[in-house]
């Protein structure tokens, strides 16, 4: 009986360990199994995918920039579907970066590129209900997602999400990571990166930002376009702000005070609707760049364009015009423009083409653009309206004659003239005031304006197609129709011309004889500070110096215009000496003032955009006036340089 009990005994024990022996082969067996089936999942999905040296191969899109002349006012962006601007790790805030860390990835320096715990976590909430709710994704497996990946919700994009995780951590360093991370995540309205965000929503850049605004766009993270501070949901980013304050209270990166200092803000961010500064030179310089770099170069490579537009002095200038827009709509004339250029260099300071960008284009009602409005805002007629330039294309006339050789002292005969057949009538022009003045010199007709003593010049001193040759070489664009079509007209502003170009060639008086061609950008850099393009114009002499000094002579005596004028009328300057020429044409369309120093052309515009008449006259010189006391205490006092004696003989 003993020995039986003794058998039994070693039986159990036997079977106890067979049990145990089964239970850890089988535990094995499923070890392997699944070892084997990650394995075979991880080779399986991990054929063809990026290697981690793509991320430095990549080229991420950005934004176009355009600057002032300072290269501190930016005055538009140009963005395809992604509006970025790369900004390096060190220069954004500790609390955005802890922000992130806090909410998407608390152990983003503890693991590997993979954090088990948190995927496991994840699995086993999305087990209990039923669906893959619970992301469980790190800063590095976002990172990777976002750049490789799809956001589809399956095991093959999940294998392979985190095996690229795994090389991207054992590649490159974690603040490489996060840097690559918070320049590339999506944060609604069109921004990728902290830095175009943060421009946008608070208009300043990310390193400026308060921690309630680095935990705002922290928050924006889980879902930018949901939680957009533009959208019906702002509540919401509130109360998701709120929580990564505590996240980065829990996690030790502020004190609760802190916390609930940043909890208090109202959370104010920047209109949506994106700022444009100085719009119709703006849309000048990116029809320039469009043109010549295409719009995908423009929209993705990170382009920095530093132009020539000095913010201040375009800020008076829409400032001035649009205060006598306003006045001058009692003499029905609603629009007006203007152009500032530094003759010496070509290069355009400031530059309005409508009384008011901004405004409606409502009068009169129904009126369709370019054809039955008086105002039309959004078109420049500073560079692509063709208008009469009245006598302020005189000047051009006058020099060719001086050129010729004549001088200012030579009289012409002011009377009423017959000058023949032209277009299939008598062509009987008349002075501006209906007068006749008998015998004047050259000085005294250009100065004082007078029609019929000009049209004499062309005809017998300078000659039409010289003339208009040179006005052509002055930098005027747009006579293109044969000479004959012109006329004698053509003195009295006959031809179409565009104010940027009318002002760009009195520069040539101004540099007394040199062309210079506009010019609107100073540099293009690249987004790591590589010159793409540096204009760097090169006068050319288009006219002697001597028909240029005696131009410059001419139009800033104020002794011989006062007969005219007056002497103490807008066009004098009591401490400078300026010159300037101002335009009228038939019934009052047009109204020009161009004036100069040797330092900078100023040229303005005022008339209506469907070229029906106005009433009153000289609108565009008191505007003129106003723009130069604002530029002239700015600029050095310069004076043209005298007439040599042999010319005044």
């Given at each position: 009986m003993a020995k039986r009990r003794f058998y039994r005994k070693v039986y159990q024990k036997g079977r106890g360990r067979r049990r145990i022996i089964f239970i850890f082969k089988a535990f094995a067996f499923c070890l392997l199994l699944l070892i084997s089936g990650v394995s075979f999942l991880f080779f399986y999905y991990g054929r063809d995918l990026p290697q981690p040296e793509d991320f430095n191969e990549r080229e991420l899109f950005q934004s176009t920039k355009i600057y002032d002349r300072t290269g501190k006012v930016l005055l538009y962006e140009?963005?395809?579907?992604?509006?970025?601007?790369?900004v390096d790790l060190e220069k954004i805030p500790d609390f955005l970066k802890n922000a992130v860390i806090a909410t998407e990835d608390k152990?983003?320096?503890?693991?590997?590129?993979?954090?088990i715990k948190s995927i496991i976590r994840a699995v086993m909430i999305d087990l209990k209900l039923g669906q893959p709710i619970q992301g469980g994704s790190t800063i590095t497996q976002q990172l990777i997602r976002s750049s490789f990946l799809s956001r589809q919700k399956t095991i093959k994009r999940k294998t392979r999400e985190v095996i690229l995780a795994l090389e991207l951590a054992h590649k490159y360093s974690k603040d490489q990571i996060l840097e690559w991370y918070l320049n590339q995540i999506p944060l609604g309205s069109n921004c990728y990166g902290v830095e175009s965000a943060s421009e946008t929503f608070f208009k300043k850049s990310v390193s400026d930002l308060s921690l309630s605004e680095a935990a705002t766009l922290a928050a924006l993270i889980r879902a930018p376009s949901y939680l957009s501070p533009y959208g019906k949901h702002k509540d919401k980013l509130i109360i998701r702000r709120n929580y990564v304050l505590d996240r980065m209270v829990e996690e030790g990166y502020i004190t609760e005070k802190q916390a609930e200092e940043a909890k208090k803000d109202k959370l104010s961010v920047n209109p949506i609707r994106q700022s444009i500064k100085a719009p119709h030179f703006v849309f000048y310089v990116r029809d320039y760049l469009m043109k010549k770099y295409g719009k995908e170069i423009i929209e993705t490579k990170g382009f920095r364009v530093y132009t020539t537009l000095d913010w201040e002095l375009q800020k008076e200038a829409e400032k001035i015009l649009k205060e006598e827009a306003k006045k001058n709509r009692a003499y029905n004339a609603y629009n007006d423009a203007l152009v500032a250029i530094n003759p010496k260099n070509g290069q355009?300071?400031?530059?309005?083409?409508?009384?008011?960008?901004?405004?409606?284009?409502?009068?009169p009602k129904g009126c369709k653009p370019r054809e039955n409005c008086r105002f039309e805002p959004k078109f420049n007629i500073a560079t692509l309206g063709r208008r009469q330039p009245g006598s302020a294309f005189k000047p051009f006339v006058y020099a060719t004659a001086f050129q010729n050789g004549h001088s200012d002292k030579e009289i012409v005969i002011d009377e009423r003239t017959d000058f023949g057949v032209w277009n299939g009538k008598h062509y009987i022009p008349q002075n501006y005031d209906g007068k006749f003045r008998g015998p004047v010199t050259l000085r005294e007709a250009l100065a004082q304006s007078l029609n019929i003593p000009s049209i004499k010049v062309l005809i017998n001193m300078a000659g039409i197609s010289k003339s208009i040759e040179n006005a052509r070489k002055f930098g005027i664009t747009t006579l293109n129709k044969p000479d004959s079509f012109y006329g004698p007209s053509i003195v009295l502003g006959g031809g179409e011309v565009r104010l940027l170009d009318m002002v760009s060639a009195y520069g040539v008086f101004a540099t007394e004889g040199l062309r210079v061609p506009p010019v609107s950008i100073l540099r293009i850099e690249d987004p790591h500070g590589n010159i793409i393009e540096k204009p760097e114009p090169t006068p050319r002499r288009v006219l002697e110096e001597k028909p240029a000094r005696l131009i410059n002579s001419i139009l800033s005596d104020n002794q011989a215009r006062a007969p005219l004028f007056g002497y103490h009328s807008a066009l004098y300057f009591k401490d400078y000496q300026v010159a300037v020429k101002t335009g009228t044409t038939n019934d009052f369309r047009d109204f020009w003032a161009i004036g100069y120093t040797p330092s900078i052309v100023v040229g303005t515009w005022v008339g209506n955009n469907d070229n029906s008449p106005m009433r009153g006259a000289f609108l565009a010189a008191p505007l003129w006036r106003k723009f130069m006391l604002k530029v002239l205490p700015t600029l050095p006092k310069e004076r043209f340089t005298p007439i040599a004696p042999d010319t005044q003989e």
């Open positions: 140009i963005y395809g579907e992604e509006k970025r601007t790369w152990n983003f320096y503890r693991h590997p590129g993979v954090d355009i300071l400031a530059m309005v083409g409508s009384a008011d960008w901004y405004a409606t284009s409502s009068l």
